[in-house]
């Protein structure tokens, strides 16, 4: 009877080790995407994206890029049957087609930003090129700016224009283990400002550097508010999501500090422990909505969309928008309204029926 007792239990420790083995790593379940084809909080504008990483939405048009190379356009609430581009691009988790922004003389110029990981001699690569294009189809694309050290994992990859007609570029470290963020003479890691041509300007804190700030890991996000400050978004490594106020010249510690703790560097605003994964932040300025904060912020592993005061810190932070699974980016359309795309279908989400989603918002 012993011996058959000691067989059993053996038989249920190996049972149980093999369930423990088996449970997911993440310890924050993600909810399914519950999307209501009747919901009045937001218009459904696109559907089946592939993996959209960014938007970039002009008076009447809104373009998305999606991580395999396309372009997508939605023109007049209506998505477009074909791309305005599609380019080759690196096939790693965190590269491919990333981020987007119009020129600001867009209207006129017909100008387009994209940031494009490739892969050369077995090496991975970002650049920056500059799109022509002319009703909704590709007429140059014309790199501006190269060699940006590329990673499979921690890419980085959001460029904004900011209010001083400078384009900034968010760029990743090529690994966890790399110090190359700390390297001024390396463009990883860094937040760089150069002209809209790709020259460096000349006011740039660093001489003939487009460097304008460094020690970070993985951008996701930028924002100016009415004062011109920059804010940026940064994913962390498995906690330590960041907020920073982005200051010309200066050392954001990464992988010397996460968040805050060493004199050298400057502190977070906001630190997320655990990770929410924040993705595309705005600083709201229409009329369309009565914020009690100005901050909007696209959060992916949190699976929402909120409003924000980043200098009132956490206890602000109150959700405007959930159960669409994970929320890559979000933008303020021309229009006042928001616009966010979904990130279901990453290889971290539980993809609904017909996603990826553009969304616009509505309240």
Same mark, same amino acid.
């Given at each position: 009877m012993d011996k058959r007792i000691s067989i059993v239990a053996v038989v249920v420790a190996i049972a149980?080790?093999?369930?423990?083995?088996?449970?997911?790593?993440?310890?924050?379940?993600? #909810?399914?995407?519950? !999307?209501? %084809?009747?919901n009045d909080s937001f218009?459904? +504008?696109?559907?089946?994206?592939?993996? *959209?990483?960014?938007?970039?939405?002009?008076?009447?048009?809104?373009?998305?890029?999606?991580?395999?190379?396309?372009?997508?356009?939605?023109?007049?609430?209506?998505?477009?049957?074909? #791309?305005?581009?599609? !380019?080759? %691009?690196a096939n790693v988790f965190d590269?491919? +087609?990333?981020?987007?922004?119009?020129? *600001?003389?867009?209207?006129?110029?017909h100008y387009l930003y994209v940031f494009l990981t490739y892969e050369e001699d077995e090496a991975l690569w970002n650049k920056i090129l500059r799109i022509t294009e002319s009703e909704n189809k590709l007429q140059d694309a014309e790199t501006i700016f190269d060699k940006i050290p590329g990673s499979s994992f921690t890419n980085g990859g959001f460029i904004k224009f900011g209010p001083d007609g400078k384009l900034y570029v968010g760029t990743g470290a090529t690994s966890d283990s790399s110090h190359l963020p700390q390297d001024l003479d390396s463009l990883s890691g860094k937040i760089l400002r150069i002209n809209d041509d790709g020259s460096i300007p000349d006011d740039n804190p660093f001489s003939?550097?487009?460097?304008?700030?460094?020690?970070?890991?993985?951008?996701?996000?930028?924002?100016?508010?009415?004062?011109?400050?920059?804010?940026?978004?940064?994913?962390?490594?498995?906690?330590?999501d960041e907020i920073n106020i982005?200051?010309?010249?200066?050392?954001?510690?990464?992988?010397?500090?996460?968040?805050?703790?060493?004199?050298?560097?400057?502190?977070?605003?906001?630190?997320?422990?655990?990770?929410?994964?924040?993705?595309?932040?705005?600083?709201?300025?229409?009329?369309?909505?009565?914020?009690?904060?100005p901050f909007i912020m696209a959060s992916m592993r949190a699976s929402?969309?909120?409003?924000?005061?980043?200098?009132?810190?956490?206890?602000?932070?109150?959700?405007i928008l959930s159960g669409i699974g994970r929320v890559r980016d979000v933008v303020q359309g021309p229009d006042g309204y928001l616009y966010v795309i979904t990130s279901n279908t990453d290889g971290k989400g539980f993809p609904a029926a017909n996603d990826d989603k553009l969304l616009r918002i509505l309240k």
């Amino acid at each position: 009877m012993d011996k058959r007792i000691s067989i059993v239990a053996v038989v249920v420790a190996i049972a149980f080790s093999v369930y423990t083995l088996t449970l997911p790593s993440d310890p924050i379940p993600l #909810p399914e995407p519950n !999307f209501n %084809s009747k919901n009045d909080s937001f218009d459904i +504008l696109a559907e089946n994206l592939e993996k *959209p990483r960014s938007i970039a939405v002009s008076d009447n048009r809104i373009f998305v890029t999606e991580k395999d190379g396309s372009i997508v356009v939605i023109e007049n609430d209506i998505q477009l049957e074909s #791309p305005l581009a599609t !380019f080759r %691009s690196a096939n790693v988790f965190d590269g491919g +087609l990333l981020g987007i922004d119009l020129h *600001p003389n867009f209207a006129e110029n017909h100008y387009l930003y994209v940031f494009l990981t490739y892969e050369e001699d077995e090496a991975l690569w970002n650049k920056i090129l500059r799109i022509t294009e002319s009703e909704n189809k590709l007429q140059d694309a014309e790199t501006i700016f190269d060699k940006i050290p590329g990673s499979s994992f921690t890419n980085g990859g959001f460029i904004k224009f900011g209010p001083d007609g400078k384009l900034y570029v968010g760029t990743g470290a090529t690994s966890d283990s790399s110090h190359l963020p700390q390297d001024l003479d390396s463009l990883s890691g860094k937040i760089l400002r150069i002209n809209d041509d790709g020259s460096i300007p000349d006011d740039n804190p660093f001489s003939n550097s487009p460097v304008y700030s460094l020690g970070h890991r993985n951008p996701q996000g930028m924002t100016w508010d009415n004062n011109g400050n920059l804010y940026v978004s940064e994913f962390g490594p498995e906690k330590n999501d960041e907020i920073n106020i982005i200051l010309a010249g200066k050392n954001y510690g990464w992988p010397e500090q996460e968040c805050s703790g060493n004199e050298s560097f400057e502190n977070a605003v906001l630190c997320y422990d655990p990770s929410i994964e924040p993705g595309g932040i705005l600083y709201y300025t229409g009329d369309k909505f009565d914020f009690e904060f100005p901050f909007i912020m696209a959060s992916m592993r949190a699976s929402n969309v909120y409003q924000v005061d980043f200098d009132e810190g956490l206890s602000s932070q109150k959700s405007i928008l959930s159960g669409i699974g994970r929320v890559r980016d979000v933008v303020q359309g021309p229009d006042g309204y928001l616009y966010v795309i979904t990130s279901n279908t990453d290889g971290k989400g539980f993809p609904a029926a017909n996603d990826d989603k553009l969304l616009r918002i509505l309240k």
